[in-house]
């Protein structure tokens, strides 16, 4: 994930977990990434929930997230998660971005999803695994806020999902 946010042009701070939202804004972001990571989303949540949403009141602010970054911006966002009976591990899966039509190859190594069905007014699901219709990604309307699933940086495609780090970049560089 670092080399390919670098290799976007980004700049990187590698803060904690257990940040607070202060510790990050003290670096005066021009976006903020919220990482993969192991555990049920409910537990880390627990922390990363209430600091998410703090970032979220800054407006202007980009966020990315993936994996758990995902399924944590969707609790923060007033979403739920799910256990899911087997998960998704491993590389060769099709995610379909709903926005474009296009299919991706990706890898996903998880075991809970966000419940499309939670998702409140103004948050879009924007991917959808063609496996069994989980959910695979979000956006915030009108806001440069975004979040997906599965692992982009593991390249399974082997290109399909860099424009995701290329389109974080951009929305930090308006």
């Not at 949540?45 to 995902?70: D, S, T, W």
């Not at 409140?120 to 959808?128: M, N, R």
Request: aromatic fraction near 6%.
């Amino acid at each position: 994930i670092l080399r390919s946010l670098a290799s976007a042009g980004c700049d990187i701070t590698v803060l904690p977990a257990t940040s607070s939202a202060e510790d990050v804004l003290s670096h005066t972001p021009d976006g903020i990434f919220l990482s993969n990571g192991p555990g049920d989303p409910a537990a880390t949540g627990l922390y990363a929930v209430p600091m998410i949403r703090r970032l979220l009141e800054e407006k202007k602010i980009p966020i990315f997230g993936i994996c758990l970054g995902h399924q944590m911006l969707a609790l923060a966002l007033g979403a739920k998660t799910i256990k899911m009976h087997h998960g998704h591990h491993g590389a060769n899966h099709p995610v379909k971005d709903k926005e474009t039509g296009k299919v991706e190859i990706t890898s996903m190594n998880h075991g809970f999803c966000v419940d499309s069905q939670t998702l409140p007014k103004g948050v879009l699901e924007t991917h959808i695994s063609l496996f069994d219709g989980s959910n695979c990604g979000i956006r915030l309307e009108g806001r440069p806020v975004f979040s997906v699933q599965y692992h982009p940086e593991a390249s399974p495609g082997p290109q399909d999902s860099n424009y995701l780090f290329e389109k974080f970049a951009d929305l930090m560089a308006l």
